[in-house]
């Protein structure tokens, strides 16, 4: 049996590490219906703006596309055990850019991890009850 990442989730910010700036706040609305999974989230930086990142995944391990910040994004996720593994590809200016994202839920929080990508060692815990942000 897999996990259902669905709900509404708020990153808590203390307990995760990020490569770049920490933002203010970050939300993600997930919709998990297996092999399907749907996500809206919205990044508030320190200075008050906001960035929207939508993606649709499915879990077979079949190759999709979306868009980010108006980029083609290659991805592919499948199930490792109770671990969802996302891989990704996109061109940044003039080279491929790599991520390897791990999906997981441990007790009642939802984790992202990054491993032996382009963002090796970031990782964000998310609680659930994300409130909306403006």
Known sequence: MTPDFSGEWQANLELSRFL?????A???SILHLEPILKADMRITREDGTVSRLEF?????GNEV???M???????????IG???EIESWMR???REAHFRDYWSLR???LVMEHRNDDLAGQITFWERGGSPQT
């Open 56 to 60: 649709q995944l499915v879990t077979t």
């Open 69 to 79: 910040q108006g980029v083609k994004m290659r991805s592919r996720a499948q199930w």
């Open 65 to 67: 596309i979306n868009k």
């Open 82 to 84: 109770e671990e969802l």
């Open 26 to 28: 970050t939300v993600v």
């Open 92 to 94: 940044v200016a003039s």
């Open 20 to 24: 770049g700036p920490t933002p203010k």
């Open 107 to 109: 007790g009642p929080m």
